[in-house]
């Protein structure tokens, strides 16, 4: 059982350049999300999608896009990166119910020079 | 707004001590109650939840009592051990389908044999 699948695991790259980090779940839930998770700052969310085709901001959503062409894919998309993106970052996925469990994937890992 | 706040770390323990972390909330109505654990390198997986008052959840020898009057969710363990060193977020929910968990800082344990 896969879960959700992150990618890259971690990604070196000069500020100004564009980055999208991939999420794939196969678990056909409704709802996704993207946090960072920054030491002494915790995680923060970023975008959200309760169900595909929409999509939502969260807590710290600049310099950050995101899509929801199908239910299954959720890619993160920094258009010119910034060395204060530098985070690991956390999609997530629930299936939409209230009180619902997030599962997440493993993170993928940015630094930003 | 709505928040979750805990006990800052990192705590260290020795082996089969007691475990206690604070967590402590601000919510409007009546939200839903998680712990997650981080292990090193990994994402994060639910240990516990609770979604009403006096709800206790438990997991893994791990308990916490939702206290709507004191709004806590405090996290306890009677023996830790070698393999509970990780760090530990509690967030809450509003119950509402779709919505995001909001995450406190995380508390980070360190237990020692």
Known sequence: IAGITQAPTSQILAAGRRMTLRCTQDMRHNAMY????????GLRLIHYSNTAGTTGKGEVPDGYSVSRANTDDFPLTLASAVPSQTSVYFCASSDGQANGELFFGEGSRLTVL | GDSVTQMEGPVTLSEEAFLTINCTYTATGYPSL??????????LQLLLKATKADDKGSNKGFEATYRKETTSFHLEKGSVQVSDSAVYFC??????????????????????S
């Open chain 2, 91 to 112: 967030a809450l929910n509003k119950g509402q389908a779709g919505t995001a968990l909001i995450f406190g800082k995380g508390t980070t344990l360190s237990v020692s």
């Open chain 1, 34 to 41: 993207w946090y960072r998770q920054d030491l002494g700052l």
């Open chain 2, 34 to 43: 998680f712990w997650y654990v981080q292990y090193p390198g990994e994402g």
